[in-house]
């Protein structure tokens, strides 16, 4: 593992994604090397070539940021899109915490993805901000071997879901992202049944997510024996069958699909892409 400090120029971004105004990534490159990563096919240079092995800290993110927050409109922020917030180097350099140190007063709202159980360290900023927070929670399934697998840096499954548990009873709007999914490797009713039940236990609503074949995570299964290659029919028919099971539990459930065209649609609705 290494660890290059840079500079950067800019904190947010404008996010291609329709749920997020901006996307803010303090790290380029993540610890967590998970084999199915879209984000390295997104990332140049050295963290996207030894992606899990190298990660860039952009230390001087803090005071970029505080400029922008006084001249642009304030919108929900990404936190993260190509990287995770709360990997390993997040303990040393902090620089999540004080990227929402700065935003959340700033009156941003923060919409956080991780699979670390780190985002705990900022339950006492998530509580006093939980009007403008949500924290979702990546789990692809409870099967340690296959987490192991296929996200060998992240922390175990079940410490996630106990991450969940105590954000919800804080109060603090939960998610589970329930992705990616890929044929005959995570997407077994024993997969994902146990992931439904901490959703329904702990109120979070749940997006779900298909494997998108791409070449860098191609490789990266590929070099574990793992080739994920969704076949016709197969995610409408198995996102019907998980829905159908959110549905008898009660569990709010959307593909990643359905999120993005209601973005989409709310997004337009606000007028949002004229400030932007
Ligand atoms: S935690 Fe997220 S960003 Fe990091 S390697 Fe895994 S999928 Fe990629």
Known sequence: MRVVEIRTSRGLARSGLPEYDYALNPYLGCLHGCRYCYARDFTRGEPGDLWGEVVY?????????????????????GISTVTDPYQPVEAKYRLTRRSLEILLPAGFKASIQTKSTYVLKDMDLLFVYRDRVDVGVTITTFREDVARLL?????????????????????VRTWIFLGPLMPGVNDGEGDYGPILDVARKTGSEVTL?????????????????????????????????????????????RTAEEEWRAAREARRGRGLDEFL
């Open 57 to 77: 800290v952009k230390v001087n993110l803090p005071e970029v940021l505080a400029r922008e927050v006084n001249a642009l409109r304030p919108g929900v922020v």
């Open 151 to 171: 996200e060998p840096g992240a922390p175990p499954p079940r410490a996630r879901a106990r991450a969940l548990h105590m954000l919800s009873e804080l109060g």
């Open 209 to 253: 997510d298909r494997y998108r074949p791409r070449p860098g995570a191609d490789s990266m299964l590929a070099a574990v024996g793992v080739e994920a290659r969704p076949g016709r029919g197969w995610w409408a028919e198995k996102s019907r069958e998980i829905k159908a099971k959110c549905a008898e539990l009660g569990v709010v459930c």
